[in-house]
Structures are given as C-alpha cells and as structure tokens.
T-cell receptor
C-alpha cells in the first residue's frame, strides 16, 4: 500500500513559473525523498530530507517537511520545459521505502 | 554506461510462459530491489535483497520469484505469466535501507 500521496495528480504551468507539489503520509518516517521520472525512464533521486530537518535546498529545488502534519512539499522555481516529468515522494520507515503515485508536471514553453 | 542495467527493455509474451527479467549494477551496492509500476498506483515493491544470501518478500510477491546470483546481479522471474502482470518493472539499488535508490530504465512487459 502507498504511504505517500502526492497532490495534485497533474499540474500544468508556463515556463518561468514556480511549481509546487505536495506529499502527505501516514506514519512516522526516517526520511522523505523526492524522485523524478522522465517518460520511459527510471526514477532519479532528487533530494532527501531527514525527519529532524524542516527545509532543504538543491539548486532550483526547495523541499519542506512538516512532521506534525505528516506532509512535505517540493517547490521547483523558475521552471523550464525540461522539468516536464512525473515527481514522486517516497517515505523511508526502518527498512521499508514506500512511493506515492506521483504528480505529473507539464511545463509549457 | 548505465549504473543499473535492465534487460530486456521490452517484452511481449503469452499467458502461461515463464519470463525472466535481469538486472545488473556497477555501483557496488549490497541492496537491490524489484518494483512494479502501474498507472495511478506508483511503485510497489515485489522483492528485495540486502546481500547475496538475503532475499525478502515485498508488498506484492505472489506470482514472482527472484534470484541473487551475485552482488551485482538480481533477476526476477514470473513462473507462469498472467495478463494482470502486464506492467513496467524496475530494478533499483541502494547502499542503505533508507537512503537514495538508483533505478534502471525499466522493462516494459506485456502479457497477452
């Protein structure tokens, strides 16, 4: 069963705009990770945030984690057409990693 | 060369056939995983292995079996394929049970 659930399921924006995706989960976690999947390819790890961290940055990516609300958000700033992909959150609990169903992001040129 | 290589990339077969999907890695990771991806359901874990002598069932292991032939090789078998096993299958590796996973590009399997 899924642990993380992404919202929205699909998001369409113009190039240059910011994209925000959310992830909610149900149980306590060790960490939460975000992955990206281009069409026809495997998932690529983007960023990991530990349960004792509240915010993390990597280039144009900003991830927040609110363990009291059991939620995380991924913000992509100044989006580009090449950011078009599906984005998944994954929660790590002990030896178990659970992936959500993903958000499909389309960035229009 | 890719760090995690899956073969074949695409396979079409018939109900009842035995299928083997192969995965090899050059990352030197002990942990390897097999996932299945279906539209709208995300990834679901089929089997995972923490080293050559350690095999564990995942969320949806029924109808599947695995073999860890070496640290670098982890194969998934469908003993008697059925149409609802049509899906995209991914192999992944990790050096930690809670760390980032590294994925192959998947095998698209269609069972008629």
């Amino acid at each position: 069963s899924q642990q993380g659930e992404e919202d929205p399921q699909a998001l369409s924006i113009q190039e240059g705009e910011n994209a925000t995706m959310n992830c909610s989960y149900k149980t306590s976690i060790n960490n939460l990770q975000w992955y990206r999947q281009n069409s026809g390819r495997g998932l690529v790890h983007l960023i990991l945030i530990r349960s004792n961290e509240r915010e993390k940055h990597s280039g144009r990516l900003r991830v927040t984690l609110d363990t009291s609300k059991k939620s995380s958000s991924l913000l992509i700033t100044a989006s580009r057409a090449a950011d078009t992909a599906s984005y998944f959150c994954a929660t790590a609990v002990n030896n178990d990693m659970r992936f959500g169903a993903g958000t499909r992001l389309t960035v229009k040129p | 060369d890719a760090d995690v290589t899956q073969t074949p990339r695409n396979r079409i077969t018939k109900t009842g056939k035995r299928i083997m999907l192969e995965c090899s890695q050059t990352k030197g990771h002990d942990r390897m995983y097999w996932y299945r991806q279906d539209p709208g359901l995300g990834l679901r874990l089929i089997y995972y292995s923490f080293d050559v002598k350690d095999i564990n069932k995942g969320e949806i292991s029924d109808g599947y079996s695995v073999s860890r032939q070496a640290q670098a090789k982890f194969s998934l078998s469908l003993e008697s394929a059925i149409p609802n096993q049509t899906a995209l299958y991914f192999c992944a590796t990790s050096d930690s049970s809670v760390g980032p996973q590294h994925f192959g590009d998947g095998t698209r399997l269609s069972i008629l």
